[in-house]
C-alpha cells in the first residue's frame, strides 16, 4: 500500500464512521420520540436533537472509529510484508 492510498483509506474510513455514528444517532433520536409518543401522545423529533447529540459525542466516536481500523489494516499489511514465504 502506498502512502497516498493509504492516506485516502484513512479519510473514506473515517468519513464511514462518521456516517454510520449519525445514522445511529438518527436512530436512537427517533426511537426515544417514539417512546414519547407512545407514553404522552406527542412526537417531539427534530434533526437539531440529532445533530446536537451528534455533534456532542457522536463525532468522537467515528473518528476514533476510523482511526483504529486504519491501524489495524495498517499493522496487518505490515505483518504480511514482513512475514517469509515458505
Known sequence: MTIKSNFFLLIKLVIMCLILFLFFDLISVLLGSLIIYVKKGFFPFSWSD??????????VGGLILG???WIKIWLKER????????
Open 50 to 59: 440529532v445533530f446536537a447529540s451528534f455533534f456532542k459525542s457522536g463525532y
Open 67 to 69: 482511526g483504529g481500523i
Open 79 to 86: 505483518k504480511k510484508q514482513k512475514l517469509p514465504l515458505e
